[in-house]
């Protein structure tokens, strides 16, 4: 079975850090370009980062530059998503997800609260 | 890096069709071919149902289908079945970065 499955998230304060990570199985993660988008409580869902298929080349959302950095190991199949100098407006489900790729996969999220 | 813009809801009748913009600029919509559409039901993650402006991905209906013309793309839902009733998104490719929809509201009455 194909999944993507987010782990790592939880409650930090404002100012803290987090890493998120994303493994994928029942099938290969190298083969993909993949994005994390969030999703505030009751809000809509918004971009946050993306990285190629060997780790080369990644962007990122105005809103978390310079504060989060996306890195994968191929080797174990994951990508991650390292959050820094978190702050309220941060909270959110995260999704790792292949986006627009025609395979479409998304994972179940991971909930980030940032709070003191 | 502004989002693109959607109607904040859109409703219609179970068999009618229902069609909902998403207005970007020429820094997205506008100049990729990379536009996508997901769909959210209340408590669930999104599920892509259009990508490339108008490809469906296998197990889509093709009650789904999506277009583009300048700055403005459209998903338009054929057929409207009371499970259609969910959140759908747009997005986008702007180059270095994606963006997506504000986000509209499908009712099936």
């Known amino acids: 079975e194909v999944q993507l499955v987010e782990s790592g998230g939880g409650l930090v304060q404002p100012g803290g850090s987090l890493r998120l990570s994303c493994a994928a199985s029942g099938f290969t993660l190298s083969n993909y370009w993949i994005h994390w988008a969030r999703q505030a409580p009751g809000k809509g869902l918004a971009w946050v980062s993306r990285i190629n298929y060997g780790g080369t080349y990644v962007s990122y959302a105005d809103s978390v530059n310079g504060r989060f950095t996306i890195s994968r190991d191929n080797a174990k199949n994951t990508v991650f998503l390292q959050m820094s100098n978190l702050r309220a407006e941060d909270t959110a489900v995260y999704y790792c997800t292949t986006l627009d790729s025609f395979v479409g996969y998304w994972g179940q999220g991971a909930l980030v609260t940032v709070s003191s | 890096q502004s989002a693109l813009t959607q109607p904040r809801s859109v409703s219609g009748s179970p068999g009618q069709s229902v069609t909902i913009s998403c207005t970007g600029t020429n820094s997205d919509v506008g100049t990729y071919n990379y536009v996508s559409w997901y769909q959210q039901h209340p408590g669930k993650g999104p599920k892509l149902i259009i990508y490339?402006?108008?490809k469906r991905p296998s197990g889509v209906p093709d009650r789904f289908s999506g277009s583009k013309s300048g700055n403005t793309a459209s998903l338009t839902i054929s057929g409207l079945q009371a499970e259609d009733e969910a959140d759908y998104y747009c997005c986008s490719s702007a180059g270095n970065f994606y963006v997506f929809g504000t986000g509209t509201n499908v009712t099936v009455l």
């Open positions: 490339d402006v108008s």
